[in-house]
């Protein structure tokens, strides 16, 4: 009787086809361990499966997580370049609303200066509130997106898209209205002199060609907006300094028989006052962009 042996001696390995077979334990032929191989080549091909499941449940998971943690809208994967820098987000509160306001805070308060400058300084005080409001909210929640982005996180996905249907289609369009208005109405008052007014048909006009040029602008290219957002700034800016230089050099020539009964005409009408603090509201506005 031959005996075979488990050594991997160089006789064993000369008989791996079955020609020879030493002393030990019978070394099995190829053809019979074709079994074994067979099985573990698909051990090996359902592990590596199962590593694959694995690692595609956690990716899974972990995109499922940097949804609910990245800020709402966005994607790492498609994300617009940024092209708006600290600059122009300051000159982007350069609002409209001190131009359009005090004429009209003015005649809601009776022609009362006093009384308009009070509605003046406690509109500036709730807005300085409002605004060390927002900052905390920016500190706690430190993602852009502004108000929407604070009414999604507290409140979830269907409040803050009303609150983003009402922005797009009702206040930001009657805002821009009333400034493009504004703005026709400054650019023909020189060409109607004596007080008279210019005709609505003209301001209308004037105010959807600023509109569309405007839109088409921002539409083409972010850097041309905001370069035509740095000149209105400036223009701003240059036409506030003026009204100021100009306010207190008449002050100090002795224009000042405004002042002599400063709460004369005042109106107690609670109408006409909410009326005046939206109005000083609306020219304060710009502290809700602290994070947009």
């Known amino acids: 009787m031959r005996r075979d042996c488990a ?14 077979i030493c002393q030990g334990v019978h070394i099995p032929k190829f053809w019979e361990q074709q079994p074994i191989i067979r099985r573990r080549k698909f051990s090996r091909q359902r592990q590596e499966t199962d590593e694959k499941a694995h690692d595609g449940r956690k990716v899974g998971e972990e995109q499922r997580r940097q949804r609910m943690t990245d800020e709402p809208g966005r994607s790492k994967e498609k994300e617009i370049k940024r092209s708006f820098t600290k600059r122009d987000r300051r000159k982007r509160k350069a609002s409209t609303g001190i131009f359009e306001s005090p004429r009209a805070v003015l005649q809601d308060s ?27 909210l920016g500190t706690m929640i430190p993602k852009s997106g ?4 604070y009414l999604y996180e507290a409140y979830g996905s269907f409040p803050a898209f009303i609150y983003l249907f009402y922005m797009v289609t009702i206040s930001i369009p009657g ?12 650019v023909l008052q020189p060409f109607f002199p004596d007080g008279q007014p210019p005709p609505d048909s003209a301001l209308r006009l ?17 850097r041309w907006a905001t370069r035509v ?11 506030l300094i003026v009204i100021i230089v100009v306010g207190v050099c008449h002050l100090f020539r002795g224009t000042t028989q405004n002042f002599e009964d400063p709460m004369e005409g005042t109106t ?21 962009f602290l994070s947009v």
């Open 206 to 222: 004037i105010g959807i060609e600023l509109t569309v040029t405007l839109t088409y602008v921002n539409c083409k290219k972010v």
């Open 175 to 186: 805002g821009r209205a009333v400034s493009a208005l504004t703005f026709a109405n400054y």
């Open 146 to 149: 502004g108000t929407y982005t």
């Open 268 to 288: 107690t009408h609670p109408a006409l006052l909410a009326t005046t603090f939206y109005h000083t509201i609306y020219a304060y506005d710009g502290c809700s």
């Open 7 to 20: 050594c991997s001696c160089a006789v064993c390995l000369e008989s791996w086809m079955g020609r020879e």
């Open 110 to 136: 009776g022609g009362s200066v006093g009384m308009s400058l009070i509605v003046w300084v406690l509109s500036g005080v709730m807005c300085i509130v409002g605004a060390f409001c927002y900052v905390e």
């Open 229 to 239: 957002q740095d000149l209105l700034a400036l223009t701003k800016v240059f036409a």
